[in-house]
């Protein structure tokens, strides 16, 4: 499943971010891909012991591990680590895989969390590849896509202006993307069914349903 998630950033956020990040200091981003990935990679990284950057990504983390919607989504037992990258004309990622384990956690769930206005630049899309074809994402400033770590993506070339987003990952407390998919529709539909019909003879069934399934498949 992938799932586009709105406001994980406020707009007050994302404004101080993006000022901030102005002073950051950025290096290639080729020293965090794998050897596979290395090669079609080009794009720059905020420098991992920069206390600007550091104190973003801390900000951003605490988001993230308390958003309502990415946790009905994703189930998140760990985050593994968090970058900020930009993209300036004539960069771009190729097409790739991510790595299966990074900074410790196995890699279930990968996010992109845009932090660039779309009209202040041209291109940047990230496209997702899927049996049924290309996805591409461009969203706006504090949103994010959520996809399985599993699938081939790429970032298209910036053609004009500067793209900015912070990237991560994640390790489920739920590793099979279909049964994430799956908690993730039937505790949608208990809520809404509480939300509409209070708690009932149905509700109790769905909701011992739902909890079942994931004491079933939960790994701690
Ligand atoms: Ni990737």
Redesign the pocket.
């Known amino acids: 499943m992938i799932i586009c998630i709105g406001e994980v950033l406020s707009s007050a956020d994302v404004e101080e971010f993006c000022a901030r990040l102005e002073q950051v200091r950025f290096l290639d981003g080729r020293t965090t891909a794998g050897w596979a990935?290395r090669g079609v990679k080009d794009n720059a990284q905020a420098a991992a012991d920069d206390p600007l950057a550091e104190a973003i990504l801390a900000r951003a983390r605490r988001r993230l591990e308390s958003h309502p919607v990415l946790a009905m989504a994703a189930r998140p037992h760990r985050f593994g680590p968090l970058l900020l990258s930009r993209y300036g004309p004539g960069m771009s990622?190729g097409r790739?895989v991510?790595d299966a384990i990074m900074g410790g956690i196995r890699s279930d769930c990968?996010f992109t969390l845009f932090l660039a206005d779309p009209a202040a630049y041209e291109g940047g899309e990230l496209v997702i590849e899927s049996a049924a074809g290309e996805q591409g994402f461009k969203l706006a400033p504090g949103h994010l896509v959520l996809y399985p770590s599993t699938t081939l993506?790429r970032v298209e070339p910036v053609t004009r202006g500067i793209r900015l987003a912070l990237?991560g990952w994640l390790q489920s407390r739920v590793r099979e993307a279909e049964r994430r998919e799956l908690l993730f529709e039937l505790d949608t539909a208990r809520r809404r069914l509480f939300d509409e019909r209070g708690k009932g003879e149905v509700f109790d069934l769905v909701d011992k349903s739902f909890r079942n399934l994931l004491r079933m498949w939960a790994e701690l």
Do not use: E, W
């Open positions: 990935a990622y790739h991510d990968s993506h990237v």
